[in-house]
């Protein structure tokens, strides 16, 4: 699985640093301070147990011990010998090899010597059995090593270890904390909202990244503002011109009346023209979202545009939660797809109702019997100035759509469009409801 969040990255990457320092610490410690030492008492131990082995080393060593008093020596170092098939020799053959240990021995007693360990109740202890003693185990307590004695020391390491993880998750939280916020506001662009300028703190890339955001920002709110300039002047200097025409038109003389036909024909399609592109350029106001029956708007639509030409079958899911939006956006949107099914459709439209499983989103369906549309024609539907196919005919403004897909998306809902199986479209679009929002 591939990580992708920056704050969890960058955890990762800093505990497996530390992990990598902590086994290098050990290691070192092992090999510089654990095996010198080791080594070491390998040999006292060795010289010790050649003691017993062989009255040679008296000689060797100028050593004037004879052998009771060698064995009271070792005993006092509480070395002591055992037969194998004494009860207390069953713990050598539950012991722990020690490979280098027997290396070791090996080399400083001169015979082959396999060396184990066992946890006592009070200690370690050490188990030796030497070739050059057949049918007997040495057996060497080690009183000043106990298993308590590593506790602290692994509890201290690992105290250390979270405490290095902890100061890491904070520091790169802090660091993280002006990006959440600039996510937040780039959130907030996303549905329209114009955040106010984000205070510039944190590491130097961050402090750029955030000027950079404040100035898209501030340039998005001016194309904004120049937008519903755009909109007031089209509303205000083609509107005028045109009803001046219309009524120049409808003063012309009874002779000229298939001419004024025409040219009335003509503004109005101009004036639904304007009132298409108004309708797609408008913006959002998440503030004045409320709650809204789909059932309630949806039956408003169907009794408007039905009649005698297009029955309009419905079915409404009964209760139906309240869905979260703009009432009059929400009502355009199911208009403009009621619209399309009639334009479209051979004379049958059916409008139903309905809700997810997971009560997070109320949808209102619009079907129809017409010709359907290609699949990879699907997609384009929802572009600005596109009609669909020849297959569903080239009326319009090619903007209808394209505002149901916008109004969708300012609701965080969704539409989706698709064949049905026994011909004609299936257009479905969806808001959230209260609770969900």
């Known amino acids: 699985m591939r990580i992708t969040s920056s704050f969890t990255q960058s955890i990762f990457i800093f505990f497996t640093l530390l992990i990598a320092s902590q086994i290098y610490s050990y290691y070192a410690v092992f090999n510089y301070a654990l095996m010198p030492s080791l080594q070491q008492f390998n040999k006292i131990l060795g010289h010790e147990i050649s003691l017993m082995l062989d009255d040679s080393a008296n000689a060797e060593h100028q050593l004037q011990i004879d052998a009771p008093l060698r064995r009271r020596v070792l005993e006092q170092l509480g070395v002591t010998i055992h037969s194998e098939d004494s009860p207390i020799a069953a713990e050598y053959y539950q012991g722990m090899t020690i490979d280098l240990m027997s290396e070791d021995m090996s080399k400083e007693l001169g015979t082959g010597t396999d060396v184990r360990m066992t946890l006592g109740e009070d200690s370690y202890t050490l188990w030796m059995k030497i070739d050059s003693l057949p049918g007997s185990i040495l057996r060497i307590p080690l009183s000043e090593l106990h298993e308590e004695d590593f506790?602290?020391?692994?509890?201290?390491?690992?105290?250390?270890?979270?405490?290095?993880?902890?100061?890491?998750?904070?520091?790169?939280?802090?660091?993280?904390?002006?990006?959440?916020?600039?996510?937040?506001?780039?959130?907030?662009?996303?549905?329209?909202?114009?955040?106010?300028?984000?205070?510039?703190?944190?590491?130097?890339?961050?402090?750029?990244?955030?000027?950079?955001?404040?100035?898209?920002?501030?340039?998005?709110?001016?194309?904004?503002?120049?937008?519903?300039?755009?909109?007031?002047?089209?509303?205000?200097?083609?509107?005028?011109?045109?009803?001046?025409?219309?009524?120049?038109?409808?003063?012309?003389?009874?002779?000229?009346?298939?001419?004024?036909?025409?040219?009335?024909?003509?503004?109005?399609?101009?004036?639904?023209?304007?009132?298409?592109?108004?309708?797609?350029?408008?913006?959002?106001?998440?503030?004045?979202?409320?709650?809204?029956?789909?059932?309630?708007?949806?039956?408003?639509?169907?009794?408007?545009?039905?009649?005698?030409?297009?029955?309009?079958?419905?079915?409404?899911?009964?209760?139906?939660?309240?869905?979260?939006?703009?009432?009059i956006a929400i009502k355009r949107a199911i208009t403009n797809l009621v619209i399309n099914a009639m334009r479209y459709g051979n004379g049958w439209v059916k409008v139903s109702t309905g809700i997810t499983a997971d009560n997070a989103l109320v949808w209102v369906c619009v079907e129809d019997n017409g010709p359907g549309i290609e699949e990879n024609q699907i997609g384009k539907l929802f572009e600005p100035f596109t009609r669909g196919d020849t297959a569903r005919g080239s009326e319009g403004t090619g903007l209808g759509l394209a505002i149901v897909k916008r109004i969708a998306n300012q609701h965080q809902g969704s539409v989706t469009i698709n064949n049905r199986s026994n011909g004609g479209l299936r257009a479905q679009i969806s808001f959230p409801t209260i609770k969900a929002s």
């Not at 350029?281 to 809204?292: I, Q, S």
């Open 151 to 327: 506790a602290p020391l692994f509890r201290n390491s690992l105290l250390v270890a979270l405490l290095i993880v902890a100061g890491g998750w904070l520091f790169i939280r802090l660091q993280n904390r002006p990006l959440i916020a600039l996510e937040k506001a780039a959130k907030g662009v996303g549905k329209g909202d114009i955040p106010p300028p984000l205070p510039v703190k944190g590491a130097s890339e961050i402090r750029a990244v955030t000027r950079a955001f404040n100035q898209m920002a501030k340039g998005i709110q001016a194309l904004e503002e120049d937008r519903t300039l755009l909109m007031a002047g089209i509303s205000h200097d083609l509107r005028t011109p045109l009803t001046r025409i219309r009524l120049a038109t409808e003063m012309m003389s009874p002779q000229d009346s298939y001419l004024a036909e025409g040219i009335i024909s003509d503004t109005e399609e101009c004036n639904q023209i304007i009132n298409q592109f108004m309708d797609y350029l408008k913006p959002v106001d998440r503030e004045t979202f409320v709650a809204v029956n789909l059932n309630d708007i949806t039956n408003e639509v169907t009794s408007a545009e039905g009649g005698y030409e297009v029955k309009i079958e419905t079915e409404y899911h009964r209760p139906l939660k309240f869905a979260y939006g703009s009432p």
